[in-house]
T-cell receptor
Framework: AQSVSQHNHHVILSEAASLELGCNYS??????LFWYVQYPGQHLQLLLK??????LVKGIKGFEAEFIKSKFSFNLRKPSVQWSDTAEYFC???????????FGKGTKLSVKP | DTEVTQTPKHLVMGMTNKKSLKCEQH?????MYWYKQKAKKPPELMFV???????INESVPSRFSPECPNSSLLNLHLHALQPEDSALYLC????????????FGPGTRLLVL
């Protein structure tokens, strides 16, 4: 069965530090890839997505992600985090016959002011 | 209108009660989803409706009963729930199939006593 791995359970950064959150998936065929963010007490919001084309995708709030097919990865990056980026980040993958979106376990990001 | 709305925001029910959760979207989306999210965990898919027909049921106990009265509305009927069913119930919609971007509602926080 398809799976999505987010290796970092909790990341703690100071403001202005750079961020990279890892996401790896197991499906070898064509995939649609997503990063969602869940701010404290709020609902899941789409940060960015990749369906095809340029493997470097830019999302909202200065986030970007790079799809590396050979590594089955879709890592999320931000050059300089802010306190307001404190949230839970979920990578999600849709691929093939699975028929539904598979979420990773999430990474909690805490940004210290 | 890019919103998915859910009512109620909070619900407390006893194990013998019958209640319903409601979800509505006016984006013309033809696929709608119910997810269950426990604290500090990713969303778990429960049901998918595609063009108002149930297309995926992820082996959810029969005490959860989904209903899609029309393309804009999705209900989740609850009966004889257990305390372990306490969770955040999320509704989502997408334009067509599951591989497309899913837009999430704020959720209903359910407590079963």
């Amino acid at each position: 069965a398809q799976s999505v791995s987010q290796h970092n359970h909790h990341v703690i950064l100071s403001e202005a530090a750079s961020l990279e959150l890892g996401c790896n998936y197991s499906y070898g065929g064509t995939v649609n890839l997503f990063w969602y963010v869940q701010y404290p007490g709020q609902h899941l919001q789409l940060l960015l997505k990749y369906f095809s084309g340029d493997p470097l995708v830019k999302g909202i709030k200065g986030f970007e992600a790079e799809f590396i097919k050979s590594k089955f990865s879709f890592n999320l990056r931000k050059p300089s985090v802010q306190w307001s980026d404190t949230a839970e980040y979920f990578c999600a993958v849709y691929g093939g016959s699975q028929g539904n979106l598979i979420f990773g376990k999430g990474t909690k990001l805490s940004v210290k002011p | 209108d890019t919103e998915v709305t859910q009512t109620p925001k909070h619900l407390v029910m006893g194990m013998t009660n019958k209640k319903s959760l409601k979800c509505e979207q006016h984006m013309g989306h033809r696929a709608m989803y119910w997810y269950k999210q426990k604290a500090k965990k990713p969303p778990e898919l429960m049901f998918v409706y595609s063009y108002e027909k149930l297309s995926i049921n992820e082996s959810v106990p029969s005490r959860f009963s989904p209903e899609c009265p029309n393309s804009s509305l999705l209900n989740l009927h609850l009966h004889a729930l257990q305390p372990e069913d306490s969770a955040l119930y999320l509704c989502a919609s997408s334009p067509g199939g599951a591989g497309e971007t899913q837009y999430f509602g704020p959720g209903t926080r359910l407590l079963v006593l």
